[in-house]
């Protein structure tokens, strides 16, 4: 059913008469509202369809119950993808309910409570309902979805306690307050490349303030932590569900050292990687609780199979700052019929195979100019090679693919074979082997410097466990999988036997999800995998 009545018999119902439909609402929802901004009314354009009064009333209704419909439709009309590049996704209800429990731990009775990135206004409008005497801020940047804020708490009759601040959180402003402040919310996961660099450079200016050197790849979220931090007051609180990968990568560190100086860092709640929170992002998933200005001695950390428990580890603040990582601290080790109380990493480094920077160069082919075989290494070159050995060896490199690796120094090779790779290279320098930024960064450009074959390879991206297997035929690793490296020999039987362990007992939950449900193990996760002590598959062998 359209929103709106056609204005033509002949409109067809597409992608754009929805969105007509929707702004045909928010002008009868918000109409005279005395506080819009220029940038909200142009997009409200005055020849808007007639919305039919009888719809108009059922919106009204679900907007009464609870509902958010008007964030439903805006959702329906901009697809997940459209809305990647701005971060935006609504926080199911079951989760904001659970986040104001958490946030009562802190602050009872906030004077003012900020919601970071409002959305369409779930935070806000459960904020409004929740503190009955404090007045909340929805700060957001898109005049669209301040909008659909403004109707929804105009139609529940809650408008009086609510400003919109259309603009960045970053941006914001907020006067001296005598009554606490809760800052709640969910704020957009916006990559780093996606972010301008004038905000870079606040990033890393504000956190220069408190002894914090700032890196540059920091998502977005990781800027609303420092907001936080930059507008909070002692006593003052704050709540965040974001992506949860700031708990073990590099960039990670600087909030991690900011919940341990300032913001007082207080729990963490972290979800498994398959469990999935919103209906348009798969990712792993964490609500943070902080108390500004407050020393905790320690944050406490858990992993629910669906909503936020009692903890399970509380973590000192010593053992968190001496902490490469975090993510573990709120994963209890699987039981197995041996404990698992080592780690991959304790016997393993473990790299991710060589880039090339252009494959179709780098990959031997039909069109590839003659090589020496000293030049040429078999390799495995996608992850399906491994998943298709179903946890069995890798032991015959005939149906690999080639990989081309030539040396620095071309004056050690014989004087044909140099004379066959100089021609080589000047084909390459004319098909646009220069031009990649990995070659542009490799000195020479020619060499792709690939890594010892390892003795077991696995998979690290997919939507089930990685695969392993042993690396019998000593095949080289593009940087489609991992390599393990044992850090002292190990022999034949005792990494079989590690081989077939991990391929039955390593879980999702151990990596990382990205967008579209894919699960990610980055090096430094994998190494973390916990395992039995390497004695244990000994005797198994």
Not at 250 to 278: C, E, I, S, W
Not at 291 to 304: A, L, R
Not at 425 to 454: C, D, F, M, N
Not at 489 to 511: C, K, M, Q
Request: charged share 20%.
């Amino acid at each position: 059913m359209s929103l709106v009545t056609s204005p033509s018999a002949n409109l067809p119902v597409n992608d754009l008469a929805l969105e007509a439909s929707l702004r045909a609402v928010l002008a009868d929802l918000v109409h005279r509202c005395p506080s819009l901004t220029k940038a909200e009314k142009r997009e409200l354009p005055s020849d808007l369809p007639k919305v039919r009064a009888s719809f108009l009333a059922d919106i009204r209704r679900q907007i009464r119950l609870g509902g958010d419909p008007l964030g439903e439709a805006y959702a329906r009309i901009f697809s997940p993808e459209e809305r990647r590049s701005t971060g935006t996704t609504f926080t199911p209800a079951k989760i904001i309910s659970q986040m104001f429990d958490l946030a009562a731990r802190l602050v009872r009775d906030p004077g003012l409570v900020v919601d970071c990135g409002a959305g369409s206004g779930r935070f806000t409008i459960a904020a409004l309902r929740h503190y009955r005497k404090a007045h909340v801020l929805a700060c957001e940047i898109n005049p669209l979805l301040a909008l659909i804020i403004r109707a929804t708490a105009r139609v529940a009759g809650l408008d009086s306690r609510m400003k919109v601040v259309l603009g960045d959180f970053r941006a914001l402003k907020l006067p001296r307050r005598s009554t606490p402040t809760l800052f709640i919310g969910n704020p957009p996961y916006v990559r780093h490349h996606d972010i301008e660099p004038h905000w870079k450079r606040w990033y890393q200016d504000e956190l220069a303030r408190h002894h914090i050197t700032g890196s540059q790849l920091a998502g977005l979220h990781l800027h609303f932590f420092l907001k936080a931090r930059q507008l909070g007051q002692p006593g003052d609180a704050g709540c965040f569900i974001t992506s949860a990968e700031w708990l073990d990568v590099n960039y990670g560190k600087d909030l991690r050292k900011l919940l341990l100086n300032g913001l007082g860092g207080h729990t963490v709640h972290l979800f498994p990687a398959a469990h999935q929170l919103f209906a348009d992002a798969l990712t792993t998933s964490a609500i943070t609780t902080f108390q500004v200005g407050q020393t905790h001695h320690g944050m406490g950390f858990t992993e629910s199979n669906g909503q936020p428990r009692r903890l399970t580890h509380w973590v000192p603040t010593q053992e968190l700052q001496e902490a490469r990582a975090w993510s573990s601290f709120a994963r209890p080790l699987r039981q197995t019929a041996t404990e698992a109380t080592a780690t991959l990493g304790d016997y393993f480094l473990i790299h991710r195979g060589q880039v090339t920077g252009a494959n179709h160069l780098w990959i031997a082919n039909e069109a590839t100019p003659p090589l020496p075989a000293s030049c040429l290494f078999p390799a495995v070159t996608h992850a399906k090679e491994i998943i298709r050995l179903g946890g069995g060896p890798l032991c015959d490199p005939t149906n690999l693919q080639r990989v081309i690796d030539l040396p620095a120094d071309l004056g050690a090779l014989p004087a044909r074979d140099r004379r066959v790779v100089e021609a080589f290279i000047a084909w390459a320098e004319t098909h646009g082997g220069t031009a990649s930024y990995i070659a542009q960064h490799r000195r020479p450009w020619w060499r792709v410097k690939l890594k010892a074959p390892p003795s077991i390879i696995m998979t690290y991206m997919g939507r089930r466990p990685p695969v392993f297997a042993r690396n019998l035929a000593d095949a080289r690793l593009l940087n489609i999988a991992h390599g393990l490296y044992p850090r002292t020999p190990i022999d034949d039987p005792t990494l079989d036997a590690l081989v077939g362990w991990l391929n039955e007992h390593v879980l999702l939950s151990s990596g990382r999800a990205y967008a579209g449900g894919l699960i990610k193990f980055e090096p430094g996760e994998a190494m973390r995998i916990p395992i039995p002590p390497l004695e244990h598959f000994v005797h198994v062998a």
